[in-house]
């Protein structure tokens, strides 16, 4: 499975962003999807989950209420709508997959396959 992230971008403190994630080589409708972050010097972060169907997600208690994942099957695509960006917010964002688990991944090293990221930058 490759996936591709795109949507980062420079942004003010409150604005948002959507990024995307486009998957090929797979049953996209197989795997369960997360965003990841990671700022400089820093470990890579949990941001958010959705499992195969779009039924249940799961967000880190950083992003809940501002965050939404999303998914299109028909697209192979995952979405993260941004809203109320913060400056601690800035990092590289990441998507990855993995094959269905009997719980939601939230670690790194739960998923297989990950694409490059994609640049957020929140200015305040």
């Known amino acids: 499975v490759q996936l591709q992230a795109s949507g980062g971008g420079l942004v003010q403190a409150g604005g948002s962003l959507r990024l995307s994630c486009a998957a090929s080589?797979?049953?996209?409708?197989?795997?369960?999807m997360g965003w990841f972050r990671q700022a400089p010097g820093e470990e890579r972060e949990f941001v958010a989950v959705?499992?195969?169907?779009?039924?249940?997600?799961y967000y880190a208690d950083s992003v809940k209420g501002r965050f939404t994942i999303s998914r299109d099957n028909a697209k192979a695509t995952v979405y993260l709508q941004m809203n109320s960006l913060k400056p601690e917010d800035t990092a590289n964002y990441y998507c990855?997959?993995?094959?269905?688990?009997?719980?939601?991944?939230?670690?790194?090293?739960?998923?297989?396959?990950w694409g490059q990221g994609t640049l957020v930058t929140v200015s305040s």
């Open positions: 080589g797979g049953t996209f409708s197989l795997y369960a």
């Open positions: 959705i499992n195969w169907s779009g039924g249940s997600t």
């Open positions: 990855a997959a993995v094959r269905t688990l009997g719980r939601m991944p939230t670690t790194p090293l739960d998923y297989t396959y």
